[in-house]
């Protein structure tokens, strides 16, 4: 059964109730983030119940050495953890000298948190009776903010109900923190130096091995009925840094405790000037105040809404999963810092380490750029290209020549870090995606510089790797691609993924026409990269060659192409017919049970239908999705909103809709069962695919934007907008129209069901 006890809301996400059960999903789903930083919604005050703490920073990490049973040349000598950040949220709270614990009070009621998506705060409320019958009244309120990215706000508010009380707070840093999946038990962090000035404290500490100089930093204040509890003390340690709030509270009392807190780090500031630029964002934050800072909190997130919102009408449930999804994407990447990407737990928990998977450029990029302005997805592109030279030495180091590139399937900086060999050696199609979203950037966005500044030098890189990963079949007489692993991760070391094969084909025709493009069209960039790469005209040859001999799997009696040459080799039962209680089968059967199964982690062929959908006619993908999809068990993130908008390009829209509502409610609802680990923000972008790609058919063909609108039954209406070549177009699907918006200075022409349509500013239209 899933987990569904978010209460229904088209803007926030409300608990009602106090459960231990629930406290760590609750942590992952309220958690906080602004691009810069992250937090799980941990309690500001301690917790002895089951809880996993959890602070991150953009880009700071640490290689804990890999740890397998024997070791395999090629592998990765660690892996990049997430690294759980020194703490800045605490605030350790005693009534009468017995700590608040909600998991030892006596009673929790009317407990209540709130994450507002639509103003960016998070908000706790609760009633407690303590062990020594004292009962309380708690309300805090708190946010990361988006205009000041170094800093956090808190605001905690305590009123005793029952009695005179003598309260204590003592809001704390602290850096002696570990990572719940640190391989070695290793300390990740080194606390150099704990110092304070007044109401402000600071703890300065670098990560082992990667030396990444931080200043955690906070500054606090107290006060009862508008009239200030000085601070009594200092408390120190090895690791942590507290001051010590002591007032006496009369019944109906309330004693408010602002905090601001957060980073500065050797990433943007010099290591040995760290306190000092704490002070500062401090001192700008002060000046604002705590409600300063949340109305341009407010302000912030408003301006992002006004793009990237997509309202549904006459779904509550459907609106607050495509919100939520949005929301994270934002709280996680803005675009403000090339040398960032997108987790894919983002802020939310340490779970698959890295920053950076083939899900960007196959799920985020699209997001990207219709939500924001085409600079951002300028550097998710430029990101791959910094680490071009890493790539060339990843492939190096599996025996590739000739300055082949393999990018890594997890990395932080460019480096392989995912240490499971069959992830890690065979499932190479990544770099396929990667060439993709090069070819995907410049057909939405009509931007072809970056292919003669950056991106031809990949796509070449990657073009040797696949000419050097095929070889010739004497048998077959083709060239087939050999030990591989396909998106489907439930078949390892397989013959002829499809998939792989045809991406590899692709990947090297789209290289070779390139490199004709940039030859005559920028023969100077064309000259450096000659230069630079020194490919020959008997190299390009040996490519076309490989491309134009590709093996692909067929089968005669199905129609189809194989998703690899043993798929019918399998017992071929479909997932219907699967005992509920076997599923999960990731957590149910042992991995040689599901390797030897049928069964698909998520879309194989039919990705590679997707990303080409152009290749193929409509009859070919309905036989291979009626194949395919009832073998799926859609166990990984990014498997429903594939399938969604494929099942709505043919006009299976109960279907289509089914499987928009498990991916947008994916983490709320729990379907995998394990939220408590943290949220899948990379496939929440192929949520919004589902409802922009799928129920409202956006497509580039031709260099023109395509919509073949539809909608779900469930639905009165929807909205969203896309950025296209500057110009903002607002599409409002409803049951018996479809209407579009332009905000620009120039009319344009888009196509709706085939039909040409002129769009002029501040003029709507109806298809």
């Not at 170094?150 to 003598?166: C, F, K, P």
Request: charged share 25%; aromatic share 14%.
């Amino acid at each position: 059964m899933n987990q569904e006890y978010i209460t229904p809301n088209a803007w926030s996400i409300i608990e009602e109730g106090f459960d231990p059960e629930l406290v760590q999903s609750s942590e992952s789903l309220f958690s906080l983030g602004n691009g810069a930083m992250g937090q799980r919604a941990n309690f500001e005050e301690h917790y002895s119940g089951e809880t996993f703490q959890g602070s991150y920073i953009a880009g700071v990490y640490y290689p804990d050495k890999t740890r397998v049973g024997w070791w395999k040349n090629g592998y990765p000598e660690y892996f990049a953890k997430v690294l759980n950040a020194p703490n800045w949220i605490g605030i350790n709270i005693s009534i009468n000298n017995i700590p608040l614990d909600l998991n030892t009070c006596k009673q929790v009621k009317d407990f209540r948190r709130e994450l507002n998506m639509k103003e960016g705060w998070y908000m706790r409320s609760f009633r407690a009776t303590l062990s020594n019958d004292m009962e309380i009244k708690i309300s805090t309120t708190r946010f990361l903010s988006l205009a000041l990215d170094e800093i956090g706000s808190i605001e905690y508010q305590m009123e005793v109900l029952n009695g005179n009380a003598e309260v204590i707070l003592q809001p704390y840093l602290d850096s002696g923190i570990k990572n719940q999946d640190s391989n070695w038990d290793d300390r990740f962090w080194n606390t150099t130096n704990i110092t304070s000035n007044g109401d402000r404290a600071f703890i300065e500490a670098h990560t082992m091995k990667t030396n990444f100089a931080t200043c955690t930093f906070m500054q606090s204040n107290a006060n009862v009925a508008g009239k200030s509890v000085e601070i009594l003390k200092e408390e120190q340690s090895e690791t942590k840094i507290s001051f010590y709030y002591k007032t006496e509270l009369e019944k109906g009392e309330k004693i408010t405790l602002t905090k601001l807190g957060g980073y500065t780090t050797s990433r943007y500031h010099n290591a040995k000037a760290l306190i000092q630029a704490g002070n500062d964002v401090l001192d700008k934050a002060s000046a604002l105040g705590f409600q300063g800072l949340l109305e341009q909190q407010k302000k912030a997130w408003s301006e992002i809404w006004e793009m990237s919102d997509i309202t549904i009408e006459g779904d509550v449930r459907a609106q607050q999963g495509i919100r939520f999804n949005i929301f994270q994407l934002n709280q996680t990447y803005l675009g403000k810092d090339s040398r960032l990407n997108i987790g894919p737990k983002g802020f939310t928990g340490e779970k698959y380490g890295g920053s950076t998977y083939w899900d960007t450029e196959a799920y985020c990029l699209p997001f990207y750029m219709a939500t924001k302005n085409q600079n951002v997805a300028w550097s998710l592109l430029e990101y791959r290209y910094n680490h071009l030279e890493k790539a060339i030495e990843n492939a190096a180091m599996l025996g590739f020549k000739n300055e082949a590139a393999l990018y890594p399937m997890v990395t932080m900086n460019g480096e392989e870090c995912h240490n499971e060999w069959e992830i890690t050696f065979e499932e190479i199609h990544r770099n396929g995606a990667i060439a993709f979203a090069i070819y995907n950037y410049y057909r939405f966005t009509g931007d072809y510089s970056y292919i003669p500044e950056m991106g031809l030098e990949v796509l070449i890189g990657i073009a040797r790797f696949w000419h050097q990963r095929a070889n010739w079949s004497s048998k077959k007489g083709k060239y087939v691609i050999l030990g591989v692993t396909g998106p489907n991760e439930y078949e390892n070391n397989v013959n002829n993924n499809w998939y792989t094969n045809y991406l590899a084909k692709w990947c090297i025709e789209y290289a070779l026409e390139q490199i004709e493009k940039v030859k005559e069209g920028y023969p100077t960039d064309y000259d450096r990269i000659v230069a630079h790469t020194k490919i020959t005209d008997d190299e390009l040859e040996q490519w076309d060659e490989v491309a134009g001999k590709m093996f692909f799997p067929k089968s005669k009696k199905h129609n189809i192409y194989l998703q690899q040459d043993g798929f019918l080799d399998k017992e071929l039962i479909t997932a219907e017919h699967l005992d509920k209680s076997q599923r999960p089968i990731n957590q149910k059967w042992s991995w040689d049970r599901i390797l030897r199964s049928p069964y698909i982690k998520q879309a194989d062929v039919l990705q590679g239908f997707y990303f080409f959908e152009d290749h193929f006619s409509k009859e070919e993908l309905e036989r291979h999705f009626d194949f395919y999809e009832p073998f799926t068990v859609h166990e990984s993130s990014l498997s429903p909103c594939v399938h969604s908008i494929q099942a709505a390009k043919l006009g299976r829209m109960e279907q289509a809709y089914r499987l928009y509502l498990r991916t947008s409610r994916l983490d709320l609802d729990d379907y995998n069962r394990e939220v408590e680990e943290g949220l899948h923000i990379t496939s929440m972008a192929g949520t919004w695919m589902s409802i922009v790609e799928g129920f409202g058919g956006m497509r580039v063909l031709e260099d023109k934007l395509h919509f073949y609108p539809q909608i779900p039954e469930q639905w009165d209406s929807y909205s969203f907008k896309v950025n296209f070549r500057n110009r903002i177009i607002k599409v409002i699907i409803e049951k018996e129209s479809a209407k579009f918006h332009l905000i620009g200075n120039e009319e344009m022409t888009i196509r709706v069901n085939g039909k040409r349509l002129v769009l002029v500013p501040g003029e709507t239209v109806s298809a």
